[in-house]
């Protein structure tokens, strides 16, 4: 298995460019989840998924929009780049069901936004 | 909301010296807590949970709702803890907070 796989791994944008961050699991887990990660401010919660179809926001949510079409996938769509959002984007899974904390991280994705 | 506490960006300790890395938490309920671990080059994994009450890698973590804490303790620190720590709290929903994080550095 190879867990969670996050693309693609480093990406540099211009302000104002669009672009999506895939998560894709192969742990059947109903819960998935994104955080960015930042120096000092540790990991914080931009949106997640319950189930496939749904979405709800987090701590950060503006500027992203996320879409849960499978199960298996949850996509980060970044519609008009900013420099604040030059960071560190992890992709965790949970199996739910009494596991919810427990989080299955990817390897994190790297964007900077010139 | 949820908020998780961890005073210190980094802990400086030396390697056969006990390591406490500290976490407090605030949340009115019964929360869920955890640790997560980062070593260099790794992913973010999960350590222990507390209704697990179990040392792994030879850490341990009690949690005190007086105090609203859940610190991470080893007796001995060994070089290969030096890593990113992260406590986090589950209160009751489907979200997970997270600490601003503690980098352990064992020296010898």
């Known amino acids: 298995n190879a867990g969670v796989t996050q693309t693609p791994k480093f990406r540099v944008l211009k302000t104002g460019q669009s672009m999506t961050l895939l998560c894709a699991q192969d742990m059947n887990h109903e819960y998935m989840y994104w955080y960015r990660q930042d120096p000092g401010m540790g990991l914080r919660l931009i949106h997640y998924s319950v189930g496939e179809g749904t979405t709800a926001k987090g701590e950060v949510p503006d500027g992203y929009n996320v879409s849960r079409l499978k199960k298996q996938n949850f996509l980060l769509g970044l519609e008009s780049a900013a420099p604040s959002q030059t960071s560190v984007y992890f992709c965790a899974s949970s199996p739910g069901q009494g596991r919810t904390g427990e989080l299955f991280f990817g390897e994190g994705s790297r964007l900077t936004v010139l | 909301a949820q908020r998780v506490t961890q005073p210190e960006k980094l802990l400086s300790v030396f390697k056969g010296a006990p390591v406490e890395l500290k976490c407090n938490y605030s949340?009115?309920?019964?929360?869920?807590l955890f640790w997560y671990v980062q070593y260099s080059r790794q992913r973010l994994q999960l350590l222990l949970r507390h209704i697990s009450r179990e040392s792994i890698k030879g850490f341990t973590a009690d949690l005190n709702k007086g105090e609203t804490s859940f610190h991470l303790k080893k007796p001995f620190a060994q070089e290969e803890d030096s890593a990113m720590y992260y406590c986090?709290?589950?209160?009751?929903?489907?979200?997970?907070?997270f600490g601003t994080g503690t980098q352990l550095k064992v020296e010898l």
């Open positions: 986090a709290s589950r209160g009751g929903g489907n979200k997970l907070t």
């Open positions: 949340y009115s309920g019964s929360p869920e």
